[in-house]
């Protein structure tokens, strides 16, 4: 089955730099690539999903990129702000009705 | 509409005793997930259903649990008996249907702590 590994497990940044999680996947017939931000005791919400027939989307200061030949992709926070600070899961699935696997998360601190 | 509805939000039982989370998925949704989370194991799929019925339950961690979706507006999440180790937060999350963006809508989550 699916496997996705997700680094680093903590990012620490000075509030206005950028911030990269990156994520790997196993499964070569996975097509979509949520990214979810889950604040302290809240639920996960999804912020931006990418499909395989792209390889960037980008939303504000939000961007995710996606390398298939690799089997990785990586979410981009640019002008890091404290609000920002959460935990970020990324995510794999094959197809539409599959079940979406899921990073161990990072834990991402933005000091201002 | 109100979002996935889950109850109870926080559940303390003893070690051995039955404990039943609920869920109510978005309206028209007919995916329907049950998701543990713990710091050890980070978000872990138990079981999904679609149209009611179970999909995959390759992650329910032994016969102790169950779930059932006896329609399409409600979900259980059982464990019998309960032990100390399924401490953990508990979240349902349903879908819309197949030809739309595929987002999961989670739940507040059901909070479960076994003495």
């Known amino acids: 089955g699916e496997n996705v590994e997700q680094h680093p497990s903590t990012l620490s940044v000075q509030e206005g730099d950028s911030a990269v999680i990156k994520c790997t996947y196993s499964?070569?017939?996975?097509?979509?690539f949520p990214w979810y931000k889950q604040e302290l005791g809240k639920r996960p919400q999804l912020i931006i999903d990418i499909r395989s027939n792209v390889g960037e989307k980008k939303d504000q200061r939000i961007a995710v990129t996606l390398n298939k030949t690799a089997k990785h992709f990586s979410l981009h926070i640019t002008e890091t702000q404290p609000e920002d600070s959460a935990v970020y899961f990324c995510?794999?699935?094959?197809?539409?009705?599959?079940?979406?696997?899921f990073g161990a998360g990072t834990i991402l601190r933005v000091k201002s | 509409d109100a979002g996935v509805i889950q109850s109870p939000r926080h559940e303390v039982t003893e070690m051995g005793q039955e404990v039943t989370l609920r869920c109510k998925p978005i309206s028209g949704h007919d995916y329907l997930f049950w998701y543990r989370q713990t710091m050890m194991r980070g978000l872990e799929l138990l079981i999904y259903?679609?149209?009611?019925?179970?999909?995959?339950d390759s992650g329910m961690p032994e016969d102790r649990f169950s779930a059932k979706m006896p329609n399409a507006s409600f979900s259980t999440l059982k464990i019998q008996p309960s032990e100390p180790r399924d401490s953990a937060v508990y979240f349902c999350a349903s879908s819309p249907p197949s030809g739309s963006t595929g987002e999961l809508f989670f739940g507040e989550g059901s909070r479960l702590t076994v003495l």
């Open positions: 995510a794999a699935r094959k197809r539409y009705g599959n079940k979406l696997v």
């Open positions: 259903f679609n149209n009611n019925v179970p999909i995959d």
């Open positions: 499964d070569s017939a996975s097509n979509y």
